[in-house]
């Protein structure tokens, strides 16, 4: 399927979750827990926060965790915490494979829920174990965040959109019960570049997309962002500045030697291979959007 088949405010056409009975869950659920862990990826931290969690959370106390911050582009990781400072929200750094920043997550739940402890504290309440709610994308960490947070293996992790498929409570080991939350998208969007965002770090299912279209458009946004980074990895010195984002793609697929009969180009396996990289930051840290980049999706953030 190309990109020109999708209708990229239809991304129902891109994952086919269930938004309607995940949102029902969270609804259901939000009255039981204290505050509400948003977890978003660092490097797309405007397409991977979905516009509805305000209206979703009904005034709960949410903690925004940048997750995968160690893949993304430190100096923008920074801009990022200064946004959501100045926006009078609350954020942190974390990188859940790593174990990046995940010791400061209760310390900060017990900041933002200090009067809600002096409450408990004064009616003899003070063991009273805080409830969260886990919400993301799909392919965002949520299971990765929950295991660590437990010091075992309690939800199953994959490297792929989709793996939660129900809520599940788990008691963490820090003072936490946790409420894991399936993945879910939102019904539409009128950014094309979100859904795009969202198929270069792995929130769309690949074998829903055109992969080859998929991995030359992110060789356009990688050439616009970070050149350096892009040339040093695949080797492409000299770039001509008219150079389309297909053959760069070429490019890269040749000097790498990846050939089929004929002399022709192996899409497949080239494309695979620069999206694979670009998640593992083998190209490099990377952040695909920084504040200011408001332009195409700025609900997404108010």
Not at 30 to 56: G, Y
Request: proline share 4%; net charge positive; hydrophobic share 40%.
């Amino acid at each position: 399927m190309n990109m020109s088949d999708v209708n990229p405010v239809n991304p129902i056409q891109w994952f086919p979750g269930h938004m309607a009975k995940t949102r029902r869950i969270i609804a259901e659920n939000l009255s039981q827990v204290d505050i509400v862990f948003e977890l978003l990826d660092a490097r797309a931290v405007i397409s991977s926060r979905n516009p509805e969690i305000k209206r979703l959370t009904a005034g709960k106390p949410v903690l925004t965790l940048l997750n995968k911050s160690d893949l993304a582009d430190s100096a923008v990781n920074k801009k990022w915490l200064e946004y959501f400072k100045s926006a009078g929200e609350y954020a942190l750094l974390v990188d859940c494979k790593n174990f990046s920043g995940i010791n400061n997550i209760y310390p900060e739940v017990k900041k933002i829920l200090s009067e809600k402890l002096e409450r408990y504290k004064n009616k003899g309440m003070s063991g009273r174990r805080l409830r969260a709610m886990i919400l993301g994308i799909p392919n965002v960490g949520k299971s990765s965040l929950l295991n660590k947070l437990c010091g075992a293996s309690k939800a199953k992790v994959e490297d792929r959109p989709g793996v939660t498929l129900r809520k599940q409570w788990v008691s963490a080991n820090i003072g936490l019960d946790l409420l894991d939350m399936p993945g879910v998208l939102w019904p539409k969007f009128e950014s094309e570049q979100v859904g795009l965002n969202l198929a270069f770090i792995g929130s769309i299912k690949d074998d829903i997309l055109d992969s080859h279209e998929n991995a030359a458009k992110l060789c356009g946004v990688l050439r616009r962002k970070y050149p350096e980074q892009l040339s040093a990895r695949y080797k492409l010195a000299d770039l001509p500045e008219d150079c389309g984002d297909y053959d760069i793609f070429e490019r890269i697929a040749r000097s790498r030697g990846f050939i089929i009969s004929g002399g022709e180009i192996d899409d497949e396996r080239c494309a695979k291979t620069i999206l694979t990289e670009f998640r593992a930051a083998k190209i490099g840290r990377v952040s695909l959007e920084v504040p200011g980049d408001m332009g195409y999706a700025e609900e997404n953030l108010y």
